[in-house]
């Protein structure tokens, strides 16, 4: 099998030994890219920028800047949007007045665009302007100063240092033995290890929680949210403890920074909507009780039965009782359909039921089916994230997002990093076990390719194949996951839709639905068990800057389970962001985290890739190696990106 090119390249090689299933003994899966590369053959020499495509003359373009305030909202105050650019001697400043858009006449090429209001965070940000339409839109959100998401582009986390690991892996141990007080010891023993990672508060306030030490708990869930601002699993116990306390705003207001920052599976919608019940606020209540039966699936008997309470409460007996009907033919085997048979007897019994009393029987948010403990994040369709509905280009959305890929790809030959790989296999309880880990040096190549594209081929420690991997479970290629999404030579093969503008990180971003359609020949995942190749259909999100279409983020699930393989769970969320070389005076965006949760074969597995040190070689600079003149201040948690080596490996 020939390699593959620029696509996501994601080799999962699982050595599974099952009794009896679709394998007899220890067998290699790989999942791999699609399609053939550019032949081995081929003498690039370096990436010539002219092989990515003509060059034209810029053309004329209008920009409009669109100023937003946190929500995504038109900035009622008055902000001043300076544009400027040194290449094309641009400089010009307009105040916003009584339109939150300004437009400027300009030449395709770099901009800068800076936004200064009183009251808010003054933002700078580039701007790329180059092919697609004639008309560009760039959304900059604002940020008031006392506000927590202060929009900086941080990586979210930082790897645990090996003596840490140890120390997490003896705490994960205690906990499954419910020896909480040894649990919350060697957690402790972590945080001092790795200061600045914000894991080890998170697990040391879950070992607290059980410890009944709540205060202490709180406490360092918010250090971990100090530490990392958007950590979703800190947010959510912090907005279940303030529940819990009876401070229903506290919770409201940490359970929307959560929604704002990770977006919402049912569980966040289900605890919004409890939290507003005790405010008696039934409008917002009632519509995050909708979302969270909408997207808990299987799990939807608890927000039905809240439902139903919240609409008895507003006072419409009718749609209550039609919540809690729901419910029993749904799911007629669920616990809560004893409870919601018990509510329909009370409803047309005539009795009158104040909201008070509705709020009093509704199901506590600690019940069964709310402290099932989710071992991976919701599927991309199991999750909200908040959007604001603008008119959206697809198509130029798209274009821009690819040209920006190849204007940084292009003066490159290869660039290094130093790559840490944990790996942990999860229970059936959702119980994480010890962490495996292992430190490779990576290479990434940078290569042209047909239709337009480029192709990324990676190597750890000089080698293409993945037999050093922690476990015999191996991901590879997860930094190209984006950048194929994009190429020119794999959008026939997907359906995308224009979602809206959305807010990652602090800043505005184009957020892209992406379903691979049925009976695609160029899909960007496939599977090698022995011998044989299964295309591994996607769907998922991409995340791109309005401003300069830069990729921030992509989440991607499987289209739907593969059978053959035992393939029930592929979820990938890959975060992006800028490192800056000062041999290129400029910034290449690379990943700062990548995670797998896999479960194949009646196994769960969870893996985090971390790149730190990167070293860039540029293609005019004989081999000279330039590091990053400022990496984030925590190091990037990152993944890889790369096609499948030359031939795929098999046992």
């Given at each position: 099998?020939p390699?593959?090119?620029i696509?996501?390249?994601v080799?999962l ?13 220890a067998c290699?899966v790989?999942?791999?890219g699609?399609g053939?590369?550019p032949?081995?053959s081929a ?6 920028p002219s ?8 053309q004329?373009?209008t ?8 929500r995504g909202?038109?900035l009622e105050?008055t ?5 400027s ?5 641009f400089f010009r400043s307009?105040?916003?007045k ?5 437009s400027?006449g300009v030449?395709?090429g770099?901009?800068e665009v800076q936004v200064?209001?009183p ?6 940000q580039?701007?790329?302007?180059s092919g697609g339409s004639?008309?560009f839109?760039?959304?900059?959100y604002?940020h008031?100063?006392d ?15 090996p003596?840490a690991i140890a120390?997490?892996d003896?705490?994960?141990a205690a906990?499954?033995?419910k020896?909480?007080?040894s649990?919350?010891?060697h957690f402790t023993?972590?945080s ?7 894991d080890a508060?998170y697990?040391r306030g879950t ?8 205060d202490?708990?709180r406490q ?12 979703e699993?800190a947010?959510?116990?912090l ?6 306390a009876?401070n229903?705003?506290?919770a409201i ?9 990770n ?6 919608y ?5 939290a ?6 039934w409008n917002?209540?009632a519509?995050?009780?909708v979302?969270?039966a909408n997207l808990a699936?299987?799990n ?12 008895l409460a507003s006072g419409d007996k ?6 809690w009907?729901?419910?029993?033919s ?9 409870d919601?048979?018990?509510?329909i007897?009370l409803a047309d019994?005539g009795q009158?039921i104040q909201?008070?009393?509705v709020?009093?029987?509704?199901l506590p ?8 403990r989710p071992?991976a994040?919701p599927?991309?369709d199991?999750?909200d994230?908040?959007?604001s509905?603008v008119t959206?280009n ?9 040209i920006?890929?190849k204007s940084?790809m292009?003066?490159l030959e290869?660039?290094?990093a130093?790559?840490n790989i ?12 010890a962490i495996?880990s292992?430190q490779?040096s ?8 047909k239709q337009n594209?480029v192709?990324?081929?990676e ?5 293409a194949?993945t037999?050093?991997f922690p476990t015999?479970?191996a991901t590879?290629?997860l930094?190209?996951l984006g950048v194929?999404v994009?190429?020119p030579v794999y ?5 995308y839709?224009c979602e809206g503008?959305?807010t ?6 184009w ?5 691979e359609?049925p009976?695609a ?8 068990k022995?011998?044989?190749?299964y295309?591994i ?9 309005t401003t ?7 989440e991607?699930?499987?289209r739907?389970?593969i059978p053959?393989?035992?393939l029930v769970?592929?979820?990938?969320e890959?975060?992006?962001g800028p490192?800056?070389f000062a ?5 290449l965006?690379l990943p ?12 769960r597995?969870?893996h985090?890739?971390v790149?730190?040190d990167?070293m ?8 000279k190696?330039a590091a990053?003149?400022?990496v ?9 990106s790369?096609a499948?080596?030359?031939k795929?490996n098999s046992?």
């Amino acid at each position: 099998m020939p390699k593959s090119r620029i696509s996501v390249a994601v080799r999962l090689i699982a050595i599974p030994v099952l009794a009896g299933g679709l394998l007899t003994g220890a067998c290699r899966v790989q999942a791999q890219g699609g399609g053939p590369p550019p032949p081995a053959s081929a003498n690039y020499g370096g990436a010539d920028p002219s092989k990515f495509g003509n060059v034209q003359a810029p053309q004329d373009v209008t920009i409009t800047v669109a100023v937003r305030d946190a929500r995504g909202l038109p900035l009622e105050d008055t902000a001043t949007v300076l544009l400027s650019s040194k290449l094309r001697g641009f400089f010009r400043s307009v105040d916003t007045k009584t339109s939150s858009d300004v437009s400027f006449g300009v030449l395709e090429g770099p901009y800068e665009v800076q936004v200064d209001c009183p009251g808010y965070r003054s933002v700078k940000q580039q701007l790329s302007v180059s092919g697609g339409s004639a008309f560009f839109t760039a959304y900059v959100y604002l940020h008031t100063v006392d506000d927590p998401n202060n929009g900086t582009q941080t990586a979210p986390g930082i790897a645990f240092k090996p003596k840490a690991i140890a120390e997490v892996d003896k705490g994960l141990a205690a906990m499954r033995k419910k020896q909480y007080e040894s649990a919350r010891n060697h957690f402790t023993k972590a945080s001092q290890i790795s200061p600045s990672n914000p894991d080890a508060y998170y697990l040391r306030g879950t070992a607290e929680l059980k410890l009944q030490q709540t205060d202490v708990a709180r406490q360092d869930f918010e250090q971990a949210i100090k530490l990392e601002p958007t950590h979703e699993k800190a947010l959510l116990a912090l907005g279940q403890m303030q529940l819990d306390a009876g401070n229903a705003d506290a919770a409201i207001a940490t359970l929307n920074r959560s929604f704002g920052a990770n977006g919402a599976g049912w569980r966040t919608y289900y605890l919004l909507a409890t939290a507003y019940v005790k405010k008696k606020n039934w409008n917002a209540a009632a519509s995050a009780a909708v979302s969270s039966a909408n997207l808990a699936h299987s799990n939807a008997a608890a927000p039905l039965l809240l439902l139903g309470d919240i609409q008895l409460a507003s006072g419409d007996k009718t749609q209550a009782k039609q919540s809690w009907e729901k419910l029993i033919s749904t799911y007629p085997n669920d616990p809560l359909a004893g409870d919601a048979k018990k509510r329909i007897a009370l409803a047309d019994s005539g009795q009158p039921i104040q909201p008070a009393e509705v709020a009093a029987i509704t199901l506590p948010v600690d019940a069964p089916a709310i402290a099932e403990r989710p071992w991976a994040p919701p599927s991309v369709d199991s999750k909200d994230y908040p959007v604001s509905a603008v008119t959206c280009n697809l198509n130029d959305v798209l274009d821009r997002g690819m040209i920006r890929v190849k204007s940084q790809m292009a003066n490159l030959e290869k660039f290094t990093a130093t790559e840490n790989i944990e790996h942990q296999e999860i229970d059936k309880l959702g119980e994480p076990g010890a962490i495996k880990s292992r430190q490779f040096s990576y290479i990434v190549f940078v290569l042209p390719y047909k239709q337009n594209s480029v192709f990324l081929e990676e190597s750890r420690d000089g080698q293409a194949n993945t037999a050093a991997f922690p476990t015999s479970l191996a991901t590879v290629g997860l930094n190209s996951l984006g950048v194929s999404v994009l190429q020119p030579v794999y959008r026939p093969g997907f359906a995308y839709q224009c979602e809206g503008v959305a807010t990652i990180r602090g800043e505005a971003a184009w957020q892209v639905r992406f379903d691979e359609k049925p009976g695609a020949e160029t899909g960007v995942r496939r599977w090698q068990k022995q011998g044989t190749i299964y295309n591994i259909p996607i769907k998922g999100r991409i995340w791109l800057s309005t401003t300069t279409f830069d990729i921030l983020r992509i989440e991607t699930d499987l289209r739907e389970p593969i059978p053959t393989l035992e393939l029930v769970k592929d979820h990938l969320e890959v975060n992006y962001g800028p490192v800056t070389f000062a041999a290129i005076n400029g910034q290449l965006w690379l990943p700062w985290s990548a995670e797998m949760y896999l479960e194949v074969h009646g196994k769960r597995y969870h893996h985090r890739h971390v790149l730190t040190d990167y070293m860039l070689f540029g293609v005019d600079t004989a081999n000279k190696i330039a590091a990053p003149k400022n990496v984030p201040a925590q190091a990037p948690q990152e993944s890889e990106s790369q096609a499948a080596p030359a031939k795929p490996n098999s046992e």
